[in-house]
């Protein structure tokens, strides 16, 4: 049975699958103080809305020429650009916005207002097999 919110795939040619973290480019928008690894606001992407971790802030760059300003920073604030590792808390399929555009957009919420926004650049999938429900041969 499918339901509202559900990401459904051909299970033949790359079926969807949960994911374990993803890189993604973010631009923040308006947040307060400063956003650090470890920062877990929601994330709306597509009809999901599941919380995610800032797992590392990789580099943070200009917003306009996409050139790398920093490596690693500790933070980054309001105005600022970065490339942020994520991890959801709870399974959710995401995709690249290179191959699917709409599982490629999100929006990061904290204190019931849109702190940021992002594309996906790359994915990291679970891989169910690892979950010991595959069959031995």
Do not use: W
């Amino acid at each position: 049975e499918l339901r509202r919110g559900y990401v459904a795939s051909d299970s033949k040619n790359d079926p969807a699958k949960a994911t374990q973290d993803f890189l993604a480019q973010v631009i923040v928008l308006n947040h307060p103080g400063q956003i650090g690894n470890g920062y877990s606001p929601v994330l709306d992407c597509h009809t999901a809305h599941v919380a995610c971790k800032f797992k590392e802030i990789t580099e943070k760059m200009d917003r306009r020429s996409g050139k790398v300003l920093e490596t690693a920073p500790k933070f980054v604030k309001s105005g600022d650009a970065c490339m942020v590792i994520l991890e959801p808390s709870k399974p959710m399929t995401v995709e690249s916005f290179q191959e699917y555009p709409p599982l490629g957009r999100f929006a990061v919420r904290d204190m019931r207002q849109t702190v940021a926004v992002g594309v996906i650049k790359s994915v990291n999938k679970k891989d169910l097999a690892a979950k010991g429900g595959a069959k031995k041969k």
